[in-house]
């Protein structure tokens, strides 16, 4: 390990420590701390676990690049993130977190609804296991796989919440297995981890925090079916999740995925172990090394205009219409991978790299601060109050933190997703209103309605 990741590595615990010592005994809790902490895995414990040499000929993605832009990039995008969480705690975050009242929950039972809101998956889940939704081949030509694709994961574990919101604890490990089977279902091992996440961080916060037996079982689950997905790949490869397969045969699949990675493991030796897959499937830092290294052979950065114009990929096809005849104005690590002639390969970008050759590094970690602004007064409106379409929000906020190894264009739009939905919520809310106010000094049935906060 060079001295360059040793810096790298000690800012990162300097930020985590930052974080736990600002946002007290509840920093675990919040959309940011959950953002700093993927950049850890993806930025710190990835590029650590590539070093040793029995995983690093297993990555592909570092051809041609030299260690010491990847570790020049490494650092730089810890400070980045050190910079981001000061600037984030200079705003206060912490002024706006209020602990949701009784009334609060007894709004949010009856606004956010299981029935509708399981409802409203049905027809994206049914699109998905056909081939045509979220991961399928079809879904970015269709309508029905454009709306399952920004709306399935966020709804599947919005639609989780409300059930346990209404029916208890008890019932966390078989909502959670069910939820996670149907992501798992999609073929994609990231949602199963962002929905497990996402769902026990909406019952901390209404005080209904699973215990440690289930935050055990959840790992245990969340593990399994990771591995489930890893070996139905190895021994089937995408094609299974891609095309109209139907659930129940995607459910059988992952059920042989272990037995199936273990024989393949056990048989050829030539491959790479899981530890090596997964700390290639979470390298954060070669797409930046590449594009510190390409500046150093005298290729210019790219203008930093397109850092703005490329958010404005959130913006609804139904409200730019010309919005696809961008191009790769549109498309930064597109822009990226062709200028700076890097590999055309599955890059993982990440929140701090993304914009990496737009960016100067001074500009950069000014770049991320701004960020890190923007986001705790954002997280102050969102606690501000508890409210069924804050929690929407919320769930948003967190599978957006998640998808990290997206970049900051990816967050926004999943963002744009949870807002949305909110906005939806909130209109059953108003037209709910009377109903609510009639019933909401009623007192919950012996044995029914949400568990008292602990």
Not at 4 to 26: D, K, S
Not at 127 to 143: D, K, M, Q, S
Not at 324 to 339: C, F, K, Q, R, Y
Request: net charge positive; proline share 5%; aromatic share 8%.
């Amino acid at each position: 390990m060079t001295v360059t990741q040793l810096t790298a590595l000690l800012v990162q615990v300097v930020t985590i420590a930052l974080l736990r010592h600002r946002l007290g005994r509840y920093w675990l809790r919040r959309p940011v701390t959950i953002l700093v902490l993927a950049s850890v895995v993806y930025d710190g414990l990835s590029p650590m676990l590539l070093d040793l040499p029995s995983i690093r000929i297993w990555n592909n993605y570092r051809n041609g690049i030299q260690q010491q832009f990847v570790d020049s990039a490494m650092l730089l995008m810890s400070v980045g993130m050190l910079a981001f969480t000061i600037a984030y705690l200079l705003a206060r975050p912490e002024r706006s977190d209020p602990a949701p009242s009784e009334a609060d929950i007894r709004i949010a039972v009856k606004v956010l609804d299981w029935r509708w809101l399981a409802c409203a998956c049905a027809p994206l889940a049914v699109l998905t296991y056909e081939g045509r939704g979220y991961n399928g081949a079809a879904a970015a030509t269709a309508v029905g796989g454009d709306l399952a694709s920004t709306f399935f994961i966020v709804l599947v574990v919005l639609t989780a919440f409300s059930f346990l919101l209404r029916h208890g604890n008890r019932w966390f490990i078989p909502v959670l297995t069910v939820q996670s089977l149907l992501l798992a279902a999609a073929g994609e091992r990231t949602p199963v981890i962002m929905d497990a996440v996402t769902l026990i961080l909406l019952m901390s916060y209404v005080g209904n925090r699973p215990s440690r037996r289930q935050l055990r079982v959840t790992l245990a689950l969340t593990l399994l079916l990771i591995l489930s997905i890893t070996g139905v790949r190895v021994e089937q490869g995408r094609t299974l999740f891609t095309t109209d397969s139907g659930l129940t045969a995607r459910i059988e699949a992952l059920g042989s995925g272990i037995t199936a990675l273990t024989s393949s493991s056990g048989a050829s030796q030539a491959g790479p172990g899981l530890l090596a897959q997964a700390a290639v499937r979470l390298d954060g830092v070669d797409f930046a090394g590449g594009i510190l290294q390409a500046e150093s052979l005298g290729q210019s950065r790219l203008s930093a205009t397109y850092v703005p114009e490329s958010l404005l990929l959130a913006v609804p096809s139904v409200l730019w219409s010309s919005k696809l005849s961008h191009g790769n104005a549109l498309n930064p690590m597109g822009l990226e991978l062709n200028d700076f002639g890097l590999q055309q390969v599955g890059f993982l970008p990440g929140f701090t790299g993304m914009y990496m050759g737009f960016l100067s590094p001074p500009w950069l970690i000014i770049f991320l601060a701004l960020l890190g602004a923007l986001s705790a007064w954002g997280e102050r409106l969102l606690f501000r109050s508890c409210t069924p379409a804050r929690i929407a929000l919320l769930a948003g906020a967190v599978d957006a933190a998640l998808g990290f190894e997206g970049g900051l264009q990816g967050m926004v739009i999943a963002l744009r997703s949870a807002l949305f939905i909110a906005v939806v919520v909130k209109l059953i809310e108003v037209a709910r209103a009377p109903y609510t106010l009639r019933r909401g000094r009623k007192r919950w049935p012996t044995g029914q309605g949400p568990e008292p906060a602990s």
